[in-house]
């Protein structure tokens, strides 16, 4: 049993741990993409053994940003909270901060990719998870602004935001979605990759999550993976 604000402060405060925690992975997704040399899975397999000093293994493996109607909503409150109660810091700035740049980061590879290979930019997903309509704090979203603002067109395919795309178009796609790591050990968990079109012949794909093996004609690309296998 808990006062009204201490009711609050554990959901809220449950909402920022996450986001705190996934930008942390996605920071090592990002100096796997700087550094090279190094698998962004590797290193998290080895903290997700960490259960007694670090944490347990859910949300510890690399991909698309914190998302939807709540976490990023909660931190920006607590950003709010922070400067009101003149706590002398802002944790929830730096969270929020790091969420957008990674994104940025991820849009910059998106874009160079486009560039390279003439092709536009197709995020595969657009609302905030799979299986769900709702846009609301979309990273793919998030991604596709900062693609935009280096003149790169970029569309979205998603069935459930009524998002087409025709089977054997051929783009930088980034897969935002994959359910069988959005839904790992629940019911709705699925034990296959799921996608919305069929890509085209020399399409590029770009896989945040590293769980495309093979795609026919394709080629793909795991970001966070830069490890060089000798």
């Known amino acids: 049993v808990g006062t009204w604000d201490e009711a609050e402060s554990i959901k809220i405060f449950y909402n920022t741990f996450i986001s705190a925690k996934i930008g942390l992975v996605n920071m090592i997704q990002d ?28 949300y510890l493996t690399a991909g698309m ?11 920006i409150a607590l950003r709010y909270l922070a400067e009101r109660l003149d706590l002398g810091y802002d944790l929830f700035h730096a969270i929020m901060h790091s969420r957008d740049q990674q994104a940025k980061n991820m849009a910059l590879k998106l874009v160079n990719l486009a560039k390279q290979y003439n092709l536009p930019v197709i995020i595969h997903g657009r609302s905030y998870k799979p299986y769900v309509s709702y846009t609301v704090g979309s990273y793919s979203e998030l991604v596709a602004h900062f693609v935009r603002e280096e ?50 012949s020399g399409s590029v794909i770009l896989d945040p999550w590293r769980t495309i093996k093979d795609l026919p004609n394709c080629t793909i690309i795991h970001y966070g993976n830069t490890r060089i296998i000798k």
């Open 31 to 58: 100096v796997a993409e700087k550094n090279g040399n190094i698998n962004v899975d590797v290193v998290t397999d080895a903290l997700k053994a960490a259960t007694q000093r670090i944490t347990g293994p859910r």
């Open 65 to 75: 940003g914190d998302a939807g109607a709540c976490h990023p909503r909660d931190n």
């Open 151 to 200: 003149d790169v067109t970029v569309i979205y395919s998603d069935p459930l935001t009524e998002d087409i795309v025709e089977d054997g178009t051929v783009g930088v796609i980034l897969i935002a979605h994959a359910p069988k790591i959005t839904y790992v050990n629940t019911d709705m968990s699925p034990s296959f990759d799921e996608f919305y079109f069929i890509p085209g």
